[in-house]
């Protein structure tokens, strides 16, 4: 059954190993009529500090690309919170649009699985713990946020010298939605044989960045013994057009997570793709 409005909290996740914070929003399904707010140059129709909705939800956690932010899908958590889902957005550490000091560093590509993992465990200990359904967790993992959402998932990951990336996968994880992911990192044989759960693959057309191409020979090399992967070519999109549509006073062509590919409707294509993910999930989960 919908839930008719969602909920907004911020909170900080604390890594106790470097005594550092991350901040992160959740939105949660909620009996109190949504208000539209804005939170930084988006708006979004939530209610700050609403009291949750009896029940249990299951939870998604969405990780965004290298420099950018935990604001870049609040139409799709907005989405799926009124659907009944708990959904936590993190902004990852000094990789991010304000502070993006370790982009393209192996720390980097250490840090971000391992911060995904505990902003679950910060979700599964804070306030809404009696409300989750820990056996129901996915992931949502954007361009180096698709990298990290796969190495949880079981992938091992190499840079592109051949160094191989520690990390640990997270058990709790039972299905991952990837949109236009850096596969780049896994090419090498075997590097993702161990994920059997269930795969929502978008890649874009006309991406640039993490091309269709380099999808395609994932899919064929990589993720062909899963058959739980579904694969989805979205016509004409950019590697952008995965975040939500900015705000017309942001739109311009220097600033490009507000570009797309001529002709591609962003907003329509963002009421699809919150469908797909939702009908994904209530298959898969």
Not at 32 to 54: C, L, M, R
Request: net charge positive; no cysteine; glycine share 8%.
């Amino acid at each position: 059954m919908q839930n008719e409005y969602a909920g907004l909290n911020k909170f900080k996740v604390f890594e106790e190993l470097r005594g550092i914070t991350f901040p992160a929003i959740v939105m949660y399904p909620t009996l109190i009529k949504s208000n539209i707010q804005n939170i930084g140059p988006f708006s979004v129709k939530a209610t700050n500090n609403a009291e949750i909705k009896e029940g249990k939800y299951p939870l998604i956690i969405i990780s965004h690309g290298d420099g950018g932010n935990y604001l870049g899908y609040l139409t799709i958590a907005q989405f799926m919170a009124e659907q009944g889902y708990i959904v936590v957005m993190l902004e990852h550490y000094k990789n991010n649009r304000n502070d993006n000091e370790l982009a393209g560093k192996i720390e980097n590509f250490e840090n971000s699985p391992k911060h995904i993992s505990l902003t679950i465990d910060a979700i599964l200990e804070g306030k809404f713990k009696n409300y989750l359904n820990k056996e129901k967790i996915a992931i949502i993992g954007h361009s180096i946020g698709g990298y990290a959402t796969l190495a949880l998932a079981g992938g091992i990951p190499y840079t592109k010298e051949g160094t191989r990336v520690n990390t640990v996968v997270d058990k709790r994880i039972k299905a991952i939605i990837l949109f236009a992911p850096a596969t780049g990192f896994y090419n090498y044989n075997n590097s993702l044989d161990i994920i059997k759960i269930p795969i929502l693959f978008f890649s874009a057309e006309k991406d640039k960045f993490t091309t269709l191409e380099e999808h395609k020979k994932i899919i064929n090399n990589q993720l062909s013994h899963n058959d739980n992967v579904v694969f989805k070519i979205v016509k004409n999109a950019g590697h952008f057009s995965f975040l939500s549509p900015f705000p017309e006073s942001m739109r311009n062509p220097l600033f490009l997570p507000s570009t797309d590919p001529k002709g591609f409707d962003r907003e329509k294509f963002h009421l699809e793709l919150n469908n797909k993910i939702l009908k994904f999930l209530r298959k898969n989960m």
